[in-house]
């Protein structure tokens, strides 16, 4: 049991409320809030990397149960094999190497909120189960007959259709109307565009506190690029390319080519080049952690700030957004000099 709770702690540390400003958002909140002070019981429907998690959190912050543990459950994660016995417990000797009796995650949640992430996942055996613990809140540890009773509220999440697995007999129908008592929809982020300037500006303030590095300022270039990108990966991957693009700034300015290239517009065959510049491949660099491509985008950068300022490196670097002696160690990384023609005018 402390291992699980121990585990929670860890998960949801630091969660903040949910950011937007959106009208997808403003229903998502109102709806939370309309649920959130009743038992009943929630189905968060959403693509991955929408949140689900974190509004199932505010859904038990809000309700009177917060003051209980709030245990999270991702059955996609889990074999099958495992899951009865992570879900219910087991005692010793239950199967072959159950070498020691396991508290089961409703008995954990016991009094407070059990969110089951993946619910579209999970075994029709173990939805059985699943079943008679929503209807008269019992259940038994694998190994024993011993009935335990739970009070426990469900907050389930899914990013499929479960009214077609219904129709298709993957998800049993009355687990499915047991669920979803109160239906919830997350938007995924490309319908809630005007929300990500807030969730850049959240993300690039926690990351920089986290990372100990100054907070970098976002140019115009970059946000209207991150605005207009379609987020497959939704706010997991906006979170994780502001926190790339937080340590590529180094506290400067973050500038396209911190972007990833699918973002930024980047040609896949690497060849921009800068005039004078040379070629726009990365001199020498391996390109491990980077595409050639990436690198060759910033090197053309750095070559045209310097020679619209007449290769004035500190003046390049303000208008890069980094320091000087950053923008000297690109220039030995890219092998980047002047061309001889510049010199001499």
């Keep these: 049991e402390n291992v699980y709770l121990h585990s929670e702690i860890r998960t949801i540390a630091g969660y903040e409320e949910i950011i937007g400003q959106s009208e997808a958002i403003r229903r998502v909140v109102a709806q939370a809030e309309q649920v959130a002070p009743t038992d009943s019981n929630v189905l968060i429907q959403g693509q991955t990397g929408t949140g689900k998690e974190l509004l199932a959190h505010v859904i038990h912050l809000r309700s009177p149960r917060q003051g209980r543990p ?10 099958s094999s495992l899951l009865e016995s992570e879900l219910f417990g087991r005692e010793k000797g ?77 998800f049993r129908e009355d687990l499915y109307y047991r669920l979803n008592v109160f ?19 959240h993300f690039a303030k926690r990351c920089s506190v986290s990372l100990g590095v100054p907070q970098p300022r976002l140019s115009d270039e970059a946000m209207q690029l991150l605005v207009m ?36 517009g980047i040609p896949s065959n690497g060849t921009l080049t800068a005039g004078g510049g040379g070629s726009g491949a990365a001199g020498g660099a391996s390109g491990e952690g980077q595409s050639a491509s990436l690198w060759g985008y910033e090197k053309a950068l750095i070559v045209k700030a310097l020679h619209e300022n007449k290769w004035n490196q500190s003046q390049a670097a303000r208008a890069l957004g980094i320091s000087r002696d950053n923008l000297r160690y690109r220039l030995k990384k890219f092998n980047i000099q002047r061309p001889e023609q510049e010199r001499k005018g």
């Design 70 to 79: 709030f245990v999270t459950v991702n059955l996609a994660s889990l074999p």
């Design 94 to 170: 239950a199967y072959t190497g159950a070498l020691t009796r396991q508290t089961g995650r409703f008995e954990v949640a016991d009094g407070g909120t059990i969110f089951l992430d993946e619910i579209g996942e999970m075994p029709m055996e173990t939805q059985a189960k699943l079943l008679r613990v929503l209807q008269q809140g019992e259940f038994e540890r694998l190994g024993s007959t011993r009935t335990l009773k739970v009070n426990v509220r469900i907050v389930a999440a899914t990013n499929r259709d479960l009214k077609s697995a219904v129709r298709n007999g993957h």
């Design 183 to 201: 239906p919830i929809e997350l938007a995924p982020l490309r319908r809630r565009q005007e929300d990500i300037p807030l969730l850049v500006e």
């Design 229 to 264: 990108y379609a987020w497959p990966g939704n706010i997991r991957e906006l979170q994780n390319i502001v926190e790339r693009a937080v340590l590529l700034a180094e506290g400067g300015e973050i500038l396209p080519w911190h972007l990833p290239r699918e973002i930024a």
